[in-house]
T-cell receptor
Framework: DVKVTQSSRYLVKRTGEKVFLECVQDMDHENMFWYRQDPGLGLRLIYFSYDVKMKEKGDIPEGYSVSREKKERFSLILESASTNQTSMYLC??????????????FGEGSRLTVL | QKEVEQDPGPLSVPEGAIVSLNCTYSNSAFQYFMWYRQYSRKGPELLMYTYSSGNKEDGRFTAQVDKSSKYISLFIRDSQPSDSATYLCAMSFYGQNFVFGPGTRLSVLP
């Protein structure tokens, strides 16, 4: 089974802190994604990556950056956390050929609270 | 108008009922349609996948796509308490990232 592991399930940070959210997948998937999930808004794409060291902006990249130094690992970085970044963050992966059309495999999510 | 609309619920039904979950969308270019199920405090998992119009059945679950009406549905027959979850619709076309609905929260009461 595909496993997408997010290192932190729950985090509480203060405004202005730098936050790292880590995601690792074990199925050699080329594509990796970071979403945030908010009530009433659904999942919104922050950033995605089709290959190592490649990244593309999603729909809401402002205030975030990403890093993909290894194929299996995709990190989301909040340089200076703000209260409006309090949310559930979901990492996902998929095969290269399924970037826009196939199954996304999600991690269990990281719930971030910024005080 | 949001690109994908979905009634957030919550929807409560008795065990054994037939459940109908729906999404409407505005972009006629969408070709790939999916339903994800998300249990509380878990990530979404793929439930059904449909390409273009038509029906697809998998056990107690049936997915329908009506592209002319820009309307998709998920039917759950003989609903069980274990079906209690949030159901997310998602859709895309080649070259476009998935767009998700906000999800419908379903409770199946024993």
């Amino acid at each position: 089974d595909v496993k997408v592991t997010q290192s932190s399930r729950y985090l509480v940070k203060r405004t202005g802190e730098k936050v790292f959210l880590e995601c690792v997948q074990d199925m050699d998937h080329e594509n990796m994604f970071w979403y945030r999930q908010d009530p009433g808004l659904g999942l919104r794409l922050i950033y995605f990556s089709y290959d190592v060291k490649m990244k593309e902006k999603g729909d809401i990249p402002e205030g975030y950056s990403v890093s993909r130094e290894k194929k299996e690992r995709f990190s989301l970085i909040l340089e200076s956390a703000s209260t409006n970044q309090t949310s559930m963050y979901l990492c996902a992966s998929s095969l290269r050929t399924n970037a826009n059309t196939g199954e996304l495999f999600f991690g269990e999510g990281s719930r971030l609270t910024v005080l | 108008q949001k690109e994908v609309e979905q009634d957030p619920g919550p929807l409560s039904v008795p065990e054994g009922a037939i459940v109908s979950l729906n999404c409407t969308y505005s972009n006629s270019a969408f070709q790939y349609f999916m339903w994800y199920r998300q249990y509380s405090r878990k990530g979404p998992e793929l439930l059904m996948y449909t390409y273009s119009s038509g029906n697809k059945e998998d056990g107690r679950f049936t997915a329908q796509v009506d592209k002319s009406s820009k309307y998709i549905s998920l039917f759950i027959r003989d609903s069980q308490p274990s079906d209690s979850a949030t159901y997310l619709c998602a859709m895309s076309f080649y070259g476009q990232n998935f767009v998700f609905g906000p999800g419908t929260r379903l409770s199946v009461l024993p």
